[in-house]
Nanobody, 124 residues
Framework: QVQLVESGGGLVQAGGSLRLSCAAS????????MGWFRQAPGKEREFVAA????????YYADSVKGRFTISRDNAKNTVYLQMNNLKPEDTAIYFC?????????????????WGQGTQVTVSS
């Protein structure tokens, strides 16, 4: 089992940047495929980005491609989401998630563990 704790959210103006972190407990972090999702008020949770166990393969939603960068440091049990050129439509609660079984997945239901989320608010 792994516990995930997100941090780094906040209020930022449009065009600004934030870096989210997700710290994982346990010694098997490198065995998890990791993803970031977000949920805006009144909307379903949506995929944002994901990264393979080694960090060699990256996946992004079209809406964030070119602006967001996912990375991981397996030695620190942490996955990051660098968010640049933020837009008001990026406002949401951001969640990190860990998948034990799948090699690649962008489907929320396939992830085994979730953090509590961190709020990102982008003002216009």
């Amino acid at each position: 089992q792994v516990q995930l704790v997100e941090s780094g959210g906040g209020l930022v103006q449009a065009g600004g940047s934030l870096r989210l972190s997700c710290a994982a407990s346990g010694r098997t972090f490198s065995r998890y495929f990791m993803g970031w999702f977000r949920q805006a008020p009144g909307k379903e949770r949506e995929f944002v980005a994901a990264i393979s166990r080694s960090g060699g393969s990256l996946y992004y939603a079209d809406s964030v491609k070119g602006r967001f960068t996912i990375s991981r440091d397996n030695a620190k049990n942490t996955v990051y989401l660098q968010m640049n050129n933020l837009k008001p439509e990026d406002t949401a609660i951001y969640f990190c998630a860990a998948d034990w079984r799948a090699d690649v997945t962008m489907e929320a239901y396939e992830y085994d563990y979730w953090g509590q989320g961190t709020q990102v608010t982008v003002s216009s």
